[in-house]
């Protein structure tokens, strides 16, 4: 959305790039879950590269890597505000990944005091940092947004037309255990559904492999990773019902970009999920999904009357809430915020640190008169 802002990315990445105003800072190791380990030229370069752009404003993912930790205290010394973003969020989970993101959260309380805001996705968040000191009015409770002008559903399709979809499932995101693809797949199966009643499973990942040898039925299409934006509406809108029984999410664009694109959505509550689809939806306790899900897709594929009414209210929330002009807008006008917030503190602390030392310097001439006089 052109706002007439100039944005430079600093990204991770071992490769240089001729992309504009993107910088690289190298990395020795990632994992799937995107956790970095910088090089140790990693915190120079950044530094380079701040005082070079000179920002207005700076706006860093928290949890990726441990440079997280020195980035709002370089972006002060630099006198330019910093706002942090946790793309994560609490889960009642209790397996050993949540955990670790709990003990995360914790951890990093001190850095986030930092920021000058502090940017969540959900309530449940924020009010987790309240509780631990944080100002109220220093976190902005704002979740992701998709373009809802591209995201939208689309009447003839190559994909369905390709397949002969006549009822389509859809998992979109990466094949990875967090996700529970295997569960869904076991799940839609077990149903025992027509041949032309297929699940599409888009995205790559550690399992994708296994599972394209494991199930071969010809009722299950694997795409692997599809890149090109109008090439996955398609697919989107090939399908009526979307399923995300993940184990732990935070706020997850698949099912932002589902729900816009007008499918009928089951998820596990993990993350944000609950929050998201609210009443338009099906929501499913994460410790329940493996039996709630075969009825929930049954239910749905038996009534297309209440699939078609879930995928319109999924739709109007979208517009409602979750629309990238809505939300980009707001936080772009909490930006100029912050700004404004830090450069007017800068000016009344300069203004203080001279007050003081001309008092300082008056009554130390007091003093001296007082003494000469005496």
Same mark, same amino acid.
Request: charged fraction near 25%; proline fraction near 4%; charge should be positive.
């Given at each position: ?123 449940? +968040?924020?009010?987790?940092?309240? &509780?631990?000191?944080?100002?109220? *009015?220093?976190? @902005? #409770? =704002?979740?992701?947004?998709? $373009? ?35 569960? +869904?797949?076991?799940?839609?199966? &077990?149903?025992?559904?027509?041949? *032309?009643?297929? @699940? #599409? =499973?888009?995205?790559?990942? $550690? ?168």
């Amino acid at each position: 959305i052109n706002r007439e802002h100039e944005a430079y990315v600093v990204r991770f990445s071992n490769k240089k790039n001729n992309q504009k105003n993107t910088f690289h800072i190298p990395y020795y190791f990632a994992n799937e879950r995107a956790i970095f380990v910088p090089k140790e030229e990693s915190l120079s370069l950044f530094k380079k590269y701040i005082f070079n752009i000179k920002p207005d404003i700076v706006y860093t993912a928290i949890g990726l890597s441990p440079l997280d930790i020195f980035i709002p205290t370089i972006c002060h010394e630099f006198g330019i505000p910093a706002v942090g973003v946790w793309h994560a969020d609490l889960n009642n989970s209790d397996s050993s990944y949540q955990l670790i993101l709990k003990s995360l959260f914790l951890t990093y309380s001190p850095i986030c005091k930092q920021f000058d805001l502090l940017h969540v996705f959900t309530d449940k +968040l924020a009010q987790y940092y309240i &509780n631990r000191g944080i100002n109220r *009015n220093k976190i @902005l #409770v =704002l979740p992701n947004g998709v $373009d809802t002008n591209i995201y939208k559903r689309i009447k003839q399709t190559k994909f369905k037309q390709k397949h002969a979809i006549n009822r389509g499932i859809l998992f979109l995101g990466r094949l990875t255990s967090d996700k529970n693809p295997k569960m +869904l797949i076991n799940s839609f199966l &077990n149903l025992n559904p027509q041949d *032309n009643t297929k @699940l #599409v =499973l888009v995205g790559p990942g $550690d399992l994708e492999r296994s599972l394209r040898e494991e199930y071969k039925d010809k009722r299950i299409i694997f795409t692997g990773l599809v890149k090109d934006e109008k090439e996955k509406v398609d697919i989107l809108s090939s399908c009526e019902i979307f399923v995300l029984p993940s184990k732990f999410e935070g706020m997850p664009l698949a099912l932002l970009e589902a729900m816009s694109c007008g499918l009928a959505c089951i998820a596990s509550d993990a993350g944000s999920n609950g929050e998201v689809l609210d009443r338009s939806g099906v929501v499913i306790n994460h410790s329940h999904i493996k039996t709630q899900l075969p009825f929930a897709l049954k239910l749905l594929l038996d009534y297309p009357v209440l699939t078609e009414f879930l995928a319109e209210r999924a739709r109007e929330r979208m517009l409602d809430r979750y629309s990238q002009e809505v939300i980009f807008g707001n936080l772009v006008s909490n930006f100029k915020n912050v700004v404004n917030k830090f450069r007017k503190k800068n000016l009344e602390e300069k203004h203080i640190s001279i007050d003081k030392k001309i008092i300082n310097k008056i009554e130390s001439l007091w003093r001296k008169t007082i003494d000469y006089v005496v």
